[in-house]
């Protein structure tokens, strides 16, 4: 995420996502192509309820059984797909019913929260997000732009550390301590900005601090002159969902202004819960 122009809209472009490590040219292609081909039996898979046989699967997709039951072997091991013993007809895994399931409900949070985000947007003049918890990262999966000159640009897709962003140390707040501990454990608390807390105390303290508000504060701690406001969206068992935020310049989001902001945050993030929770 970082601080743009208006007139810079156009010339932006996606930074890289963290953990995509290029690949040598040898070994690219036939990835590729393996991947290709495994999303194809898994499409002829979703398409056939009573599951389908071997062959007749190798003639829908085009390929040769010595290669369709390499991939399927490697998916089943993966629980994407699987083979009944009796007749020996492959289907639809629980792991794609899961991924599936997933998209499901990211899809139904941004339906959700979109028409709030708009109204926080208008109510606070500020660029509002909303981002989901993957590992040690939040993904942002939408963006309301204010109307200002200089605004927050995170189109979706965009990761952030959870230790030093608003949105992060939200979800982070809304975890069991021991799901907080494994996550610092693997990720690290890497400095990204001169602000930025780097022991797990500092951290701890803030995200007390976060519970007790209802909100995160990134002051900077991700980038010098961004400052950021977040608050975690919850399912009806009390389990975090996503987060909801406004972030701007610092400039626009004095001291005096983070409590009023905060507040603003934590209860489009409640209005956002009672409308994922059934109570629209």
């Not at 495994?38 to 898979?45: A, E, K, Q």
């Not at 809304?174 to 500092?202: F, N, Q």
């Amino acid at each position: 995420m970082r601080m743009v122009k208006a007139t810079d809209r156009q010339s932006a472009k996606r930074p890289p996502q963290p953990g995509m490590r290029d690949l040598r040219k040898g070994g690219r292609a036939g990835l590729v192509q393996s991947l290709g081909r495994g999303l194809s039996l898994l499409d002829s898979l979703a398409e056939s309820a009573d599951g389908i046989s071997l062959s007749d699967l190798c003639q829908q997709v085009g390929l040769s059984v010595s290669t369709a039951h390499r991939l399927l072997t490697t998916l089943e091991e993966q629980g994407y797909v699987r083979c009944h013993a009796g007749t020996r007809r492959w289907s639809i895994g629980l792991q794609a019913f899961i991924v599936g399931s997933a998209f499901v409900k990211a899809r139904d949070l941004l339906e959700i929260a979109r028409p709030r985000m708009r109204g926080l947007m208008e109510q606070s003049g500020e660029t509002v997000n909303l981002a989901i918890i993957d590992g040690g990262e939040a993904v942002f999966l939408a963006q309301v732009e204010c109307r200002q000159m200089m605004r927050a640009l995170a189109p979706p897709g965009v990761r952030v550390p959870l230790h030093c962003s608003g949105l992060g140390k939200a979800l982070l707040a809304a975890l069991p301590e021991a799901e907080v501990g494994r996550i610092l454990r693997g990720y690290g608390l890497p400095r990204l900005s001169p602000k930025t807390l780097t022991t797990v105390d500092r951290l701890r303290a803030d995200l007390a601090q976060t519970r007790v508000r209802g909100y995160s504060f990134d002051d900077q701690e991700h980038s010098i002159g961004l400052r950021c406001v977040a608050a975690a969206v919850f399912d009806e068992h009390r389990e975090q969902v996503g987060a909801v935020s406004l972030s701007g310049p610092a400039v626009r989001i004095p001291d005096e202004r983070v409590a009023i902001l905060g507040d603003l945050v934590r209860k489009t993030a409640e209005v956002i819960t009672l409308a994922y929770c059934g109570n629209r």
